[in-house]
T-cell receptor
Framework: DSGVTQTPKHLITATGQRVTLRCSPR?????VYWYQQSLDQGLQFLIQ???????AKGNILERFSAQQFPDLHSELNLSSLELGDSALYFC?????????????FGSGTRLTVV | AQSVTQLGSHVSVSEGALVLLRCNYS??????LFWYVQYPNQGLQLLLK??????LVKGINGFEAEFKKSETSFHLTKPSAHMSDAAEYFC???????????FGPGTSLSVIP
């Protein structure tokens, strides 16, 4: 157990639907990062939050949004889902500003859009 | 902007043989560099990191990597492969002034008995 919890582990939904992925970071970690992993695109950075505020954006679609709550858990909202959104979505957390410990990853949510 | 390339999307070695996974980075300033491993149906686990201290970095499970600035490389090695080393390996980079980590495309390592 890495200490980063992602729910649900698996999600199957239809095109056009909306889903919410949840991430609880490791205790004490203020930064949360979301990544999408697919066979053709590899690991793509989506968005980062630090202590409740958006810090950086990557290749995140406008149909996707995220937020980090006061208790530091984060949610990634995916709407108007398309078949191409099927992927593994990872959350990672990091303590503070230093890189001594790198990221700690959760085990991911596998999203299948049918 | 920083980027990472990994030569060879798939590498096969015999059990007991040397493992060498290649990583080259592109960065305008000295970066932080990482190797992560991903086992099937799991998240990524940090193997080792270079953060501008010693250029030869030792990680978990017997892996090590050497930072070579002149070659802009950070290759991952292990003297003797075990069956349990079969996994996907990702090289990654970030800069001091940036928070996000950029991952390479990954190298799938197979270990042949």
């Amino acid at each position: 157990d890495s200490g980063v919890t992602q729910t649900p582990k698996h999600l199957i939904t239809a095109t056009g639907q909306r889903v919410t992925l949840r991430c609880s970071p490791r205790s004490g970690d203020l930064s949360v990062y979301w990544y999408q992993q697919s066979l053709d695109q590899g690991l793509q950075f989506l968005i980062q939050y630090y202590n409740g505020e958006e810090r950086a954006k990557g290749n995140i679609l406008e149909r996707f949004s995220a937020q980090q709550f006061p208790d530091l858990h984060s949610e990634l909202n995916l709407s108007s889902l398309e078949l191409g959104d099927s992927a593994l979505y990872f959350c990672a957390s990091r303590n503070g500003q230093g890189w001594d410990y790198g990221y700690t990853f959760g085990s991911g949510t596998r999203l299948t859009v049918v | 902007a920083q980027s990472v390339t990994q030569l060879g999307s798939h590498v096969s070695v015999s059990e007991g043989a040397l493992v060498l996974l290649r990583c080259n980075y592109s960065s305008s300033v000295p970066p932080y560099l990482f190797w992560y491993v991903q086992y099937p149906n799991q998240g990524l686990q940090l193997l080792l990191k270079y953060t501008s201290a010693a250029t030869l970095v030792k990680g978990i499970n017997g892996f090590e990597a050497e930072f070579k600035k002149s070659e802009t490389s950070f290759h991952l090695t292990k003297p003797s492969a075990h069956m349990s080393d079969a996994a996907e390996y990702f090289c990654a980079v970030t800069l001091h002034s940036y928070d996000k980590v950029i991952f390479g495309p990954g190298t799938s390592l197979s270990v042949i008995p």
